[in-house]
């Protein structure tokens, strides 16, 4: 009997050693596959976020050379220039909407919902950890890095694209003498209003910034009232 139950107990404790460390290495491999999707996942959001300010920045030159043009240059063979080069330009404008309105509104809206999460865990989920608030604080700014860099440049080539588009409607008065020609060449040209959307719904400009950044703040407002009357009762 006293040699079955030492087998017994040196089985169990054999297999008690087994379970700990299968959970040791369960909770590694899952915080090693958290870390490398959440590197995956921001990586491919800053690639993303970097290429589509460089786009933006290129059509915002674009547009103002083209303004500048239309104020400094005469002579009826370069307003058909300035046409075809508008053309362009808004058929650049369109593929950007085409092939990555709605990639850029996720990495928008996530990279708001990562905000809020960062703000809320720093506020009601306190800890003694420093590299906990690192983290939070780092997560926090490259979010923020995040959105602002993609609505600024956005907002800036639409604002360019927008000057440009009024200057064009200005080259009739150059040119009295074809300005019938001129107003239908640009009413074929000018037809439509493009400019850089979030999701074929949000036309981008500063004041989406402005009401994005309002918004979060009256959530968190908001939460953290809730948060305070619930610790009250």
Known sequence: MTVTAELAASYSSSKFKSVAILSEHYYAIRCFSVTCIAAVLSGSSVVLTIFYSLICKSISSLFQEL????????????????????????????????????????????????????????????????????????????????????????????????????????????????????????????????????WNAYVIDRTLLISLFGSLITYGILVATLGSVQSTN
């Open 67 to 198: 303004f500048r043009q239309v104020q400094t240059e005469n002579g009826k063979r370069y307003y058909v220039n300035i046409l075809k080069a508008y053309e362009g330009i808004t058929d650049l404008v369109s593929s950007m909407n085409d092939y990555f309105s709605f990639q850029v509104f996720a990495v928008v809206v996530s990279s708001m919902g990562g905000l809020f999460w960062v703000n809320y865990n720093i506020i009601f989920i306190p800890t003694k950890d420093l590299n906990g608030y690192l983290y939070a604080i780092c997560a926090g700014t490259l979010y923020i890095s995040l959105i602002v860099a993609i609505l600024l440049s956005a907002s800036s080539a639409n604002q360019a694209g927008w000057m440009a588009r009024d200057a064009l409607a200005e080259l009739p008065a150059k040119f009295p003498a074809n300005r019938r020609e001129i107003k239908e060449n640009i009413r074929d040209c000018c037809r439509r209003k493009v400019s850089l959307i979030l």
